[in-house]
């Protein structure tokens, strides 16, 4: 395009908004409006917020630092938040991917059914949301009626009370985090297009060279689905980092109103919901400013221990890798 | 795509097999070739029947009344089925509304999306100007952002301007175009062709009228995901329904399930109904556009 224009323009005179790169600019405007707009001026608005203390009158007051250091040294409930982050993100993602990998390993050949397979497994992750954390919620439920519990018994276990149970908290935990098996389907179908990616003479030669399938994955999938896998594993962290809805509905007993929305003693409270008690019931924007801080942080911490860690323990084959 | 799915398996029995592979060998191989395909989808099989089981519990619970659904042992088959939770959860629980609410919503988000996300992409995968890279990254760098950092601030601007408990917070900044989408939209256009935008120009076609008529009606496959993905996101989105509308005459159907136990005590039966209810949409829009879709993740992945 810009090759024409070039030879055009000394026949031509364009009118300045003709040019190229002003149109590009045009073009774009309306994102770079929207990044200004909704983006950077929120960004640094809600950073003085969180710099910031405001009474119930609505009259801000200034307190440097103070809401950070209070959260990082001296909120027991942020302690135990932090504390269920890690689990949770930690044992979400290996399941995302994980479960992800496997299941685009099995799908990756061709067999009468296989649309169908993929299909099932994908279309449970469209449909995350408070929909089916409620649904989880019931399956998840004490006694006999949950259905996590009805399987259980299958192998002679007894009830297990998930969501309430005053001896073990952690067990709602576990519960939100084995949720994510139901949406390892979004991961799958992008390491199946991924494994599509890598060009089949490269199984091929592994093959005539007598590679087993352990070998085959280890030397010749791992290494050039590495891209993919970090990707995944990014998006997988900060989707992780920011679950709202499950951890909500799983504690909640009727509208939000009701019970501890962080669940029982805490054992259910996310970055985001705690953030949304702070910021939303308790009207402590400074607070909750300053939590959403901290939650950015955390993810640009574990981003870049993923990017660090791909680069130590992966050989990139970078001509190829687009 | 389909080619690359049959290479691998034509490789089973390599072409230029020295003449000392004797027939047992292949006949070997060929039947762990089977017993391997035999295992795959078995565990797959027993996979996709954990996944199911929730979904028709869901289903069959829904089809229920309070007693059958606390009934002990379970009952997959209810019997009466109770279709009246469909009816009564759509006209006497207000569902009939907040679906209205979410619909036009995600409506709107589909068609402002598609048009916002698309036209500034247009911008970035046909034009040259300085900063263009480096814009693009951050494009792709605010997916990165937690929503919630800005939401706070959003909010509180607009409380002032008496936005809260209206419509707009969740419709103006769509107006914008949305990070996913352009880069979507952007990775599709710079697969296109160029020399039909160089014909059009060359005819004296304007960029506006390229990106609407030539460009555009080219672009189908990447229409139909982003509008999928964004109605998606629209239905299910909670966090900012659950901030700016406070009133019950705006909630959308997240929200009617969220505060869904308030009116008439526990009716878990119902609950599920709704839930039925609302996965109904995403189910049938998915199957509509499953064609593109994986297509559509594909051009996601390339990064």
């Given at each position: ?10 026949r ?5 908004w ?20 909704f ?5 640094i ?15 801000i ?38 479960l ?34 409620y649904?989880f ?31 073990k ?6 519960a939100?985090?084995?949720?994510n ?10 390491f ?18 007598g ?18 896998i ?25 509208g ?35 939590l ?14 993923v990017?660090?860690?791909a ?12 | 795509?389909?080619d ?7 490789g ?15 006949r ?42 606390f009934a ?18 759509i ?26 996300s ?19 990254m951050?494009?792709?760098?605010t997916?990165?952002l ?33 990070a ?9 256009f ?8 160089e ?14 008529h ?6 189908k496959?990447?229409?139909i ?62 199957a509509?556009?499953?064609?593109y ?11």
């Amino acid at each position: 395009m810009s090759m024409v224009s070039a030879e055009q323009r000394p026949r031509l005179k364009r009118r300045w908004w003709r040019r190229e790169g002003v149109q590009g600019y045009l073009y774009i405007s309306p994102w770079l409006l929207g990044f200004l707009m909704f983006g950077v001026a929120p960004l640094i608005a809600a950073f003085m917020t969180s710099l910031s203390k405001a009474n119930v009158f609505r009259t801000i007051r200034f307190v440097g630092t103070d809401n950070y250091s209070k959260i990082l040294t001296d909120d027991p409930v942020f302690a135990t938040i932090a504390g269920n982050m890690l689990i949770y993100v930690i044992g979400s993602t290996i399941i995302s991917i994980g479960l992800g990998l496997i299941l685009a390993l099995l799908l990756f050949k061709d067999f009468r059914g296989n649309h169908v397979f993929r299909t099932l497994i994908y279309v449970p992750s469209l449909l995350v949301g408070i929909a089916t954390a409620y649904l989880f919620k019931q399956v998840f439920r004490g006694g006999e009626v949950g259905l996590a519990n009805m399987f259980l018994s299958l192998f002679g276990t007894e009830p297990v009370n998930w969501l309430g149970n005053s001896e073990k908290p952690w067990l709602a935990l576990v519960a939100l985090i084995l949720v994510n098996v139901w949406f390892a389907g979004g991961t799958m179908l992008i390491f199946l297009a991924g494994l599509k990616g890598i060009p089949a003479s490269y199984f091929e030669a592994a093959r005539v060279d007598g590679a087993g399938p352990w070998q085959m994955f280890r030397k010749v999938t791992l290494p050039l689905l590495s891209p993919v896998i970090v990707f995944n594993t990014v998006m997988a962290l900060i989707g992780h980092i920011q679950v709202f809805e499950t951890p909500l509905a799983f504690a909640n007993s009727g509208g939000v109103a009701t019970g501890n929305p962080l669940g029982y003693e805490n054992s259910l409270g996310t970055f985001v919901t705690y953030l949304y008690v702070k910021g939303f019931v308790y009207q402590d924007m400074g607070y909750a400013s300053a939590l959403a801080f901290i939650m950015f942080a955390a993810t640009l911490v574990l981003t870049g221990l993923v990017l660090w860690l791909a680069r130590r323990f992966t050989a990139y084959g970078d001509a190829d890798q687009n | 795509m389909q080619d690359v799915l049959d290479k691998p398996r034509s490789g089973d029995v390599p072409p230029a097999a020295p003449a000392a592979r004797t027939a047992t060998v292949r006949r070997r191989r060929n039947s762990r070739a089977r017993w391997e395909l035999t295992a795959r989808i078995a565990a797959l099989s027993l996979f996709c029947l954990l996944l199911l089981f929730p979904f028709v519990w869901l289903v069959s619970q829904s089809l229920k009344d309070t007693n059958q659904y606390f009934a002990t042992p379970f009952e997959w088959i209810p019997s009466p089925f109770r279709w009246e939770n469909f009816t009564d959860v759509i006209f006497k629980y207000e569902f009939l509304h907040y679906i209205g609410n979410s619909l036009w919503l995600a409506v709107y988000a589909v068609v402002v999306n598609i048009l916002s996300s698309s036209f500034v992409a247009y911008g970035f995968s046909r034009f040259r100007f300085p900063g263009r890279n480096a814009l693009f990254m951050v494009v792709l760098a605010t997916m990165m952002l937690p929503g919630q950092v800005m939401t706070i601030s959003l909010y509180r601007f607009y409380r002032e301007i008496g936005w809260i408990d209206t419509f707009y917070p969740l419709l103006i900044p769509k107006l914008f175009g949305a990070a996913f989408e352009i880069f979507l939209f952007r990775q599709f256009f710079l697969s296109l062709p160029r020399e039909v935008d160089e014909a059009a120009r060359i005819d004296g076609c304007g960029t506006l009228r390229t990106w609407w008529h030539i460009i555009l009606p080219q672009s189908k496959p990447v229409i139909i995901v982003v509008a999928v993905f964004t109605f998606l996101g629209s239905w299910r989105e909670l966090f900012g329904p659950l901030i700016y509308l406070t009133g019950e005459e705006n909630r959308t159907l997240p929200l009617g399930l969220l505060y869904f136990t308030s009116p008439f005590g526990s009716s878990l039966p119902m609950l599920m109904a709704a839930i039925v209810i609302s996965l109904i949409p995403p189910v049938v829009l998915y199957a509509l556009g499953q064609k593109y879709i994986d297509k559509g993740v594909a051009i996601a992945e390339i990064k």
